[in-house]
């Protein structure tokens, strides 16, 4: 039937008007053989794919949907603003109130600037800091993830030397690795940036040693650095009031987005006094910045979070997931790798460097209406219940069947 080529269609029509049919993280060439491209809505912890297929979602847009898609709510809170108004001479009144509720959660934070991506709140933690030192040199992890800027992006097609002439590289959680980057940049430091915990493309996940986490915290107050956390990812997922909180390591500088506004587009800095004359030189803006629908949505985004004991029930989803993963993957004989905090879901298979074994098992779930991802993180939301976890087990199970029998 006509509805089961759309995607088909799309895609073939895209690959005239759109470079490569499909750009970015969201390219359904990089996902195994089955998954769709295109979209057609979203509901609680559901997607349908414009083929009209049904999926649970495990993805949860890579990040940004917390709350559960359409959450009533935020939608609520959303549409009441665009009624108002949303793009206009100046900000509404809620980027004053989101400031506030940021600074209110986050122990760290003394003020808070907004922009839409992650990568510019990543870009502008960075320029904060290079400002606020008024040196060059900045401290990142190999392989870490902090946006698709020149910079940082994973291609460096287009990319010069020199946009990145100032980054030194470390190894995550190798305390004299850091150590030995710290010493490269010499009386030039200006940041360390690091993750909330490793979740590199197609490795096992890594929490942060509390060893590390303190070492990085004290090299920047020996050096006069910013120590600057990329919460886009782990960020609300793993702690209300910041990730490192637990560790009991502050960063001067954190890079929010993904998840605050459950899919509205928003990012966020959020900094601390040391920072905040550097925050008021440097010249940041965009068309779309200060508009007032997704910073209404951030603030009852944050609400919802806050009022449902979020944390606490992405924990129970994720253990109850991988437990039962874990019982399945036991009964194939089929050893597996999950790795990282329960909340964003790391599954992987030993022995599968091709990722032939996690392809075959994601597709497989795919075809029975799971949505996975097969070599990055997944994500949780409050939409996800006991037993939309327990249907999607029943799915896994088969699909480990399937990878057994290879
Ligand atoms: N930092 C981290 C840790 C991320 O996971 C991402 C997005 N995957 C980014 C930065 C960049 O965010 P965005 O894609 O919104 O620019």
Known sequence: NDNELMDTNLRSRAERVIPGGMYGHLNAKALPPGYPQFFERAQGCRVWDVNGREYIDFMCSWGPVIAGHKHPGIEEAARRQASLGDCMNGPT?????????????????????????????????????????????????????????????????????????HLIYFAFNDVASLEQAARQAGDDLAAILVSAFRHDLGVPQELP?????????????????????????????????GSWEGLGVRPDLAAWSKAIANGYALAAVTGNDRYRRAAQQIYITGSFWMGGVAMAAALATLDVLERSNAVEHFENMGLRLRLGLQRQA???????????????P?????????????????????????????RHNMFLSLAHSERDIDLALQVTDHAFSKVAAL
Request: include cysteine.
């Open 330 to 344: 036991d009964k194939y004989g089929l050893p597996l790798k999950q790795t990282g905090p329960v909340q964003l």
């Open 346 to 374: 790391s599954v992987m298979f030993e022995q599968d460097a091709d990722f032939a074994k996690g392809s075959l098992f994601a597709a497989e779930a795919l075809k029975q209406g799971v949505y996975l991802h097969h």
């Open 209 to 241: 040693d509390p060893a590390f986490a303190r070492k990085a915290r004290e090299l920047c107050d020996a050096r006069g650095a910013a120590l600057v956390l990329d919460e886009v990812r782990a960020g609300m997922r793993l702690s209300l009031s």
């Open 93 to 165: 009144g809620r980027l004053v109130e989101l400031a506030e509720r940021l600074v209110g959660m986050l122990p760290h934070a003394d003020w808070a600037m907004f922009q839409k991506n992650g990568t510019d709140a990543t870009t502008t933690a960075l320029t904060i800091a290079r400002a606020g030192t008024g040196k060059r040199k900045i401290l990142l992890a190999k392989g870490a993830y902090h946006g698709a800027a020149p910079w940082c992006s994973p291609s460096v097609a287009g990319v010069t030397a020199e946009d990145r002439a």
